[in-house]
């Protein structure tokens, strides 16, 4: 039983420094400009992760659909989703032809996690629940990738202030790119309203980010956007973008 590994996986030295040069160059780059770079430095093998949960994986799949019509787009089913996550799964499969979606999850269904652990283990263990369901499966969705793109924003916590527009993923092996870096969720509303987009249909009932049923609640106003989020647990992240 282990939850998030702490083994890290290093990239060739001319590898590193480009990307770090690339980190730097592109701070304050615009989404364009960090696309741009990230399918020019690695044509073949970039996947697009989206929870369906937030404004950013909207966005994200409508630019990348634009950019490089084909690109994978792969999300993780914990089994726990809220309907209308799947809801927005199916609308959007409809929406972007051009994209390739693919599923992932755990080998251990609910109830033989229950069985191995014990009733509601997200109560109990949140980071073990995520890493079962979450993080150990994300592992197989990025085997064999060159590069990953995000949603990450640095507006969205405190915990993610400091996100880079690219920067090499050392727990999963590969680069990784938060094209939106920079916006704010106005600015991810804007597009997503200027384009008429698809969104999670619970964003107008006080959810700005949505993960599992079990660990999502409301946001309250003046509450940061993903105070809803295993609220009263002190967990901030699920393990995809902690180090």
């Not at 430095?41 to 697009?48: A, D, I």
């Not at 980071?127 to 990738?145: M, S, W, Y």
Request: hydrophobic share 35%; aromatic share 10%.
């Amino acid at each position: 039983m282990t939850v998030e590994s702490t083994v890290t996986i290093k990239p060739p030295p001319e590898e590193l420094a480009a990307i770090e040069s690339a980190a730097t160059s592109l701070h304050d780059a615009g989404p364009r400009d960090i696309l741009d770079w990230l399918f020019q430095r690695y044509p073949q093998g970039v996947t697009l992760a989206s929870a369906f949960g937030n404004t950013s994986d909207i966005v994200l799949m409508d630019m990348v659909a634009k950019a490089a019509p084909g690109t994978e787009v792969f999300y993780l089913d914990t089994d726990f989703l809220f309907e209308e996550t799947y809801d927005l799964i199916e609308r959007s499969r409809a929406f972007w032809p051009d994209l390739d979606f693919r599923e992932h999850r755990t080998h251990l269904t609910p109830e033989q996690q229950a069985l191995e652990y014990g009733e509601a283990l997200w109560e109990r263990q949140p980071d073990l629940c995520c890493d079962i369901r979450k993080v150990q499966p994300i592992h197989t969705a990025l085997e064999g990738k060159s590069a990953w793109i995000t949603g990450v924003r640095r507006d969205q916590a405190a915990s993610r202030a400091n996100a880079p527009a690219v920067g090499w993923d050392a727990k999963f092996g590969l680069a990784k790119a938060n094209p939106l870096v920079t916006w704010d969720e106005k600015q991810a509303w804007a597009y997503i309203f200027e384009h008429d987009l698809p969104y999670n249909l619970l964003h107008d009932q006080g959810y700005p980010t949505l993960g599992c049923t079990h660990c999502t609640r409301a946001v309250q106003p003046g509450e940061d956007q993903r105070a809803g989020r295993w609220a009263g647990t002190g967990k901030l992240e699920c393990g995809l973008h902690s180090e």
